[in-house]
């Protein structure tokens, strides 16, 4: 069954691709991971009868929404950018008359990150019924207390910048407004808080393996693709000023800035 999402993801990737060869904008990959783990999850909600009902309902629920929104913001976002993301255009540039294949392999690599953060989603809906306990509604409402934190949080913050970005009045400034003024990046903290979800619910069956989640988002975020390319476009981009911001804010969980 698995080997079904693994080529359904490759699918929409390769669709995605075909499309990027076309117009030369490859932020459009960012879009497809978000909207390609909805998809997983929410067809796996449906296919998968191993499970219960409430935790089938739970996952199709939640994280069908989450991951929805992701997309949606994501291609908003998208539709709107006049030019290719820079993220892009630098290997763009990098891979030059190689670049064709080059994103063909990209995507196709993206296409295993859907799989990969799928997972949680996947394993849970994949364990036997006799195997989760009593207290397993106990498990689903803490992870739904955790996800609508995250999810008021997130669209919260990326509906702030996105905002503050569409006022010409603040090009080459830096937003330190509302949830931004407490963090550098609410917008990561708040993704990262929504994956301990599914270790809680997990217990409720005695899996612990998917502790690792959290951590591997905290990593991916903290030092690969997050924080790392965000502040150095940030320092490129707009200075002293977001080096001021940079002394004053917490670079990731949200505190109280510093005078």
């Known amino acids: 069954m698995f080997i ?10 390769l669709c995605a691709w075909l499309w990027v060869s076309y117009n030369k904008r490859a932020g459009l990959v960012d879009v497809i991971w978000a909207f390609g783990i909805a998809l997983n999850v929410i067809l796996a909600s449906l296919i998968f009868e191993t499970a219960p009902l409430m935790v089938r309902v739970f996952l199709a629920v939640a ?11 994501l291609l908003r976002r998208y539709c709107h950018e ?9 290997m763009r ?11 063909l392999a990209f995507f196709l690599f993206q296409a295993g990150l859907i799989v ?11 364990i036997p019924m006799e195997q989760w306990g009593s207290s397993t509604i106990i498990y689903l409402v803490v992870a739904a207390i955790i996800m609508l934190v995250a999810f008021w949080g997130e669209s919260l913050a990326d509906e702030q910048l996105y905002r503050f970005k569409q006022n010409p009045e603040n090009k080459a400034k830096t937003m330190d407004q509302g949830l931004w003024r407490y963090s550098r990046h609410p917008n990561y903290f708040f ?13 409720a069956a005695g899996v612990y393996s998917l502790w690792i989640y959290p951590i591997l988002m905290f990593l991916f975020l903290y030092y690969v693709t997050g924080i790392p390319f965000s502040e150095q476009q940030a320092l490129q981009h707009r200075g002293d000023n977001y080096k001021d911001y940079q002394r004053r804010t917490s670079i990731f969980i949200p505190w109280q800035p510093k005078e």
């Open 63 to 73: 994280s069908g929404i989450w991951f929805l929104r992701l997309a949606w913001h």
């Open 116 to 126: 990969l953060f799928s997972y949680p989603m996947l394993a849970l809906l994949n």
């Open 4 to 13: 079904n999402f693994i080529w359904l993801n490759v699918f929409l990737m």
């Open 93 to 103: 540039r990098a891979m030059g008359k190689y670049q064709h294949l080059g994103f």
């Open 191 to 203: 993704e990262w808080l929504h994956w301990f979800a599914y270790p809680i619910i997990g217990l």
């Open 82 to 90: 006049t030019e290719e993301d820079t993220r892009y255009a630098n």
